[in-house]
Every structure is written in structure tokens, then in C-alpha cells.
């Protein structure tokens, strides 16, 4: 079964081609980065409006590089929410009307399934059942995945998510938005000169908590009679340093929670070296072991959305053409609404 999947949730429009017995085709994906940027986030009306712009030129390329014509896609799988409603509203009304055209089924696609699915694109793929952190800009959530669409949340955030504290940490220091692969760079440069606080480390809970740890920051900052490169280098590196340790403990503690011996990391943090390197060895030490998706498809793509559709056709593909966006769809709601 060819899939042609189709995300637009927020600043990225992402294309992909899932063949069921080959694996992925192909992917293409626009970036709004730029475009947001001078406002230092996302602008919404801008978003939908730049997705209308790209969303068929890029299906006719990632079509044409493959010397695939649109006749043989089986089925359109895009991200149906949560996100922002008018981005959402681009993928989803392209890809009902084009499924209709073809006379294919559509199916509607969870935008988090899709980032804790997205180790599953990589030729060493964990089996079920693991547990998944998924580390986004809007979520971070430890994630009990017995199989498809069996998911159950064993802890969240209390406040802020890993992405968007890296995000309001990156913008103190004046890196521009979003800042965590920025950040995260200039922590390459410094060194663990100062002691920050590792929220929520020695509870037996999984549960996160950043916001303290971004105001610990920010009197750090306000402290600093000279905020030159190398003390914001440093800053980086001890953020960085509290927010991986927090990650890695409660990830840890998850797979002895579960008794699972398979832990997957997702979403746009998860491409953050550091946390990467510490959850391999931790994990190693253990005897767990840790999967990640490529760089490129820990943050919004379309792989993971054609990939998700494609792993659960059999239980959500329909026929209607009718569709309705949901931007605050919970992950634990997956099933009662199809
Ligand atoms: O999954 P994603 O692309 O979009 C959401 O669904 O939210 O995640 C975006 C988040 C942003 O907060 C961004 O700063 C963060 O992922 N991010 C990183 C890195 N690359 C992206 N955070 C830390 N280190 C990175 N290398
Ligand atoms: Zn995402």
C-alpha cells in the first residue's frame, strides 16, 4: 500500500511517500522558520497562509523526484490535530478533497502518534510494547505504547514543556526563535560552571516541571554584570545539563516502572545531542535499550505522518470525506474519535 501523508500543524508543511512493503519513498518539507522568526514565534494566520502556498507544489515535486504518478497512491493519511486550527485545516481539506478526486480512502492522523511513531521509520525499529518519551515544543510526556493507538500517559508536565523551556532559555540568552537547537549548540562551547535546579529529580513520580528551572535562569541572567559569549555559553551548558538529567532520571524510571526493556525518544527535543548520549548510556547501564528516529524526522515531518497512517489504516482509513480538525485532540482521546 502506497501512503501519501500530509502535516501541517504548525511551521512546517511536510510530504511524504510510505510504501507498506518498501518503506519510505521519499519526503519533502518547507520551513516557516524564517518567516516567524521576526516575531519571535509563531504567527498563525501567517502559517495557514504559507502552508495554502507550498502544500501542492510540494506534492507535484516529491511526486515528480519519484517518478510516481498520483494514480498509484492508495490511500492520504494528515495530521487532523492537535496543532493550530487554520494550519490544520490546509493539510486536512487538501487531503479529504484529493482522497475524493481519487476515489481513495483518507486517514486522519494524531500529530504525537506520529512523532512516537517516528522511530519506526529506521531499519533497527523497537518492538511493542516501549515506552516513549516524547519531547516537543508544546508536550513532554512519558507514554505507555502497548501497540497502536494503546497509549497511556504516565506523566506530563506540570508547566512548561522541554521544548519551550529550551525555547524562553534560548530567547534570554538572545538567541532568536526557537532557540533549542541554537542553545544547544552554544552549550558545546561552555562548561557546568553554574548549579541549577533539576525539578522534580527525586520524586518517585514521572511528572515534569520546568518553569522554575526557566526562572532560575533568568535570575542567573539578570545577575550577570557582563553577559559576554562565554557566560552565556556556560548558562547554555548548565541548563542543558538540568534538563537532560530531569529526562533521562524519569525516562529511566519509567522502564522500571513498566518492566519494559525498550524506551523510544520523539519530537523536536529529541534531536538534542546531549540527551541522546546520556539516554544511550544510561540506558545501556541498565540494560534497556534506546531508539531514536533520525535528526530530521525528530521534528515535524511528513514521514512520521505517512508512517502513522500507514500503521493504522486498518483501524481509522475512511470513505466520507467529511473532516473536522481538532486542535486540543489529547493523546488518550486517540481512539474515540474516529
Ligand atoms: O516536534 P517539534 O518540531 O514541534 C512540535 O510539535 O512542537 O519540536 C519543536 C521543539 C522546539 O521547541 C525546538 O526548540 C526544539 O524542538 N528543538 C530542540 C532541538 N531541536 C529542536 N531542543 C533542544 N535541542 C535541539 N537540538
Ligand atoms: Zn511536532
Known sequence: MLVLGIESSCDETGIALYDTE????????HSQVKLHSFYGGVVPELASRDHIKYIIPLIDQLLKDNSISINLIDSIAYTAGPGL??????????????????????????HLEGHLLAPMLEDDKPSFPF???LVSGGHTQLI???????????????????????DKTAKLLGLGYPGGSALSELADKGNAKYDLPRPLFHTHGLDFS?????????????????????????IAFSFQESITDVLVKKSIQALKQTSYNNIVISGGVGANKKLREKLITQSKS??????????????????????????RAHLSSKNDYKFSVQPRWKLSEIESNF
Not at 505507555?144 to 529550551?166: H, P, R, W
Not at 535570575?219 to 552565556?232: D, E, G, I, S
Open 85 to 110: 486550527s487554520g494550519a490544520l485545516l490546509v493539510g486536512s481539506s487538501l487531503a479529504e478533497a484529493l482522497a475524493y478526486s481519487l476515489n481513495i480512502p483518507s486517514i486522519p492522523v494524531h
Open 286 to 311: 541498565e540494560n534497556f535499550r534506546a531508539y531514536f528516529p533520525k535528526l530530521e524526522f525528530c521534528t515535524d515531518n511528513g514521514a512520521m505522518i505517512a508512517l502513522a497512517g500507514a500503521l
Open 22 to 29: 518498501k518503506g519510505l519513498l521519499g519526503h519533502t518539507l
Open 210 to 234: 520546568f518553569s522554575g528551572l526557566k526562572t532560575a535562569v533568568l535570575t542567573l541572567v539578570k545577575k550577570q554584570p557582563n553577559l559576554t559569549l562565554a557566560v552565556k555559553a556556560n
Open 131 to 133: 515506552v516513549a518519551l
Open 144 to 166: 505507555d505504547v502497548k501497540g497502536i493507538g494503546q497509549y497511556k500517559i504516565l506523566g506530563d508536565t506540570l508547566d512548561d514543556a522541554a521544548g519551550e523551556a529550551f
